[in-house]
């Protein structure tokens, strides 16, 4: 039988505390707490810990995450405890400590998460239950997980964030949602408000800092509808008429095949439809737009805040040169200037193995290097065509849009691209 290892002493304890202080610690995170040298917290956390935690006391300082190394680094070789609120490895401090020291230098001592409690005091199953945090983000990230019936906890920032709640649902058209604020949760000044409507909610009013907001999404009726699989209205996007359109960007992402947290350029982001909606798919996928017009980039970030992806890095200017100091990519889309030189052999030099490149085109010179391209590395090179149904006279007929040659291909070598025998078409399209 192969002997166990035994688990390494961890140098620091995560010891999870709640609204209830110390009346609420467990005995093992008691003695975690009264053993250690150095506690370290935010002030609050730290207030509510007695006398008998002889430990020096160290305020994380703002912000957070940079310092957690020279923090650690300063303390080295002393029982350290780090307080986190609730639970520590959800949406907690939990996560950058496993990251800067790795999970077997770590105790974790978990207390219930304020989700827990929400989930208790309302009746909501968990499980049944989508969780989004604006602490330290955007409360834009809110609108992605807007879909009628739907039910959301939203980990507040402070006692303004209901009522920027409140004003983002009445803005996507979700103002009939039923909100409530519970603050403090779990300790002795616990509070649950009344439900109201989110047309309803005060603008000017601050809750307690500590505070977490449950919401039953409901759609207004004469809403857009924005669903939660690619192909979105095309309505549900500002732009100039460089957008790729709702069918035919249902089947590039599909091409693309997002997985999560994966990364994608979006090469001629045009509106930032593909990469918008690539992000969408799961909270941990990543993209970066680029996009050579600079009115057309502040026109992709505003896309991305209102369709709930702020994260989605905009970068202003001309590939490929754009391209030399982004992050490697899983995934490439080209949009637009597909006749730049050397802009396709930089995109696929740039992917991994088992990286998907996708390119779509509606002109016949971008075609004839899309074919080119085909016949040398493989993949799949399709038209797809869309017609619509409009009135001709007192009848009705089909308007064909432009039909878009669409290449997907997945790298399945190493080897740096040699681009194929073509002509070189004067000028690059977008």
Known sequence: MTPVRPRPTPAVTVVGIGADGWAGVPDASRTALRDAEVIVGGPRQLDLLPAECTGARVAWPSPLRPAVPALLAEHAGRRIAVLASGDPMFYGIGRALTEE??????????????????????GWPQEDVEVVTVVGRPVARIAAALHDGRRLLVLSAGAATPAEIAALLRDRGFGPSRMRVLQQLGGPDEDISEETDADAWPADLLRDPLNIV?????RAPDAL?????????????????????RHIRAATLAALAPAPGELLWDVG?????????????????????VERDSVRAERIARNADRLGVPALRVVTGAAPAALAELPQPDAVFIGGGLTA??????????????????ANTVTLESEAQLAAHHRRLGGDLVKLAVAHAVPVGGFTGWRQAMPVTQW???????????AP???????AER
């Open 408 to 418: 997907a291909v997945q790298k399945t070598s190493a080897s740096p691209y040699a």
């Open 421 to 427: 025998e073509h002509d070189d078409p004067a000028g």
């Open 214 to 218: 449950a919401v039953d999404c409901r």
């Open 101 to 122: 020291l790795g999970a077997d230098a770590l105790r974790v001592l978990p207390h219930p998460s304020s989700v827990a409690y929400a989930c208790a005091r309302l």
């Open 225 to 245: 509808r924005v669903g939660a699989v690619p192909g979105l209205p095309d309505a549900a996007y500002e732009h100039d008429g460089q957008l790729t359109k």
């Open 269 to 289: 982001g045009g509106s930032g439809s593909i990469a918008v909606e690539w992000m969408r798919t799961h909270p941990s996928c990543r993209a970066v737009t």
């Open 341 to 358: 030189p050397g802009l396709l052999e930089a995109c696929w030099d740039a992917l991994p193995v088992g990286g998907r490149l996708v």
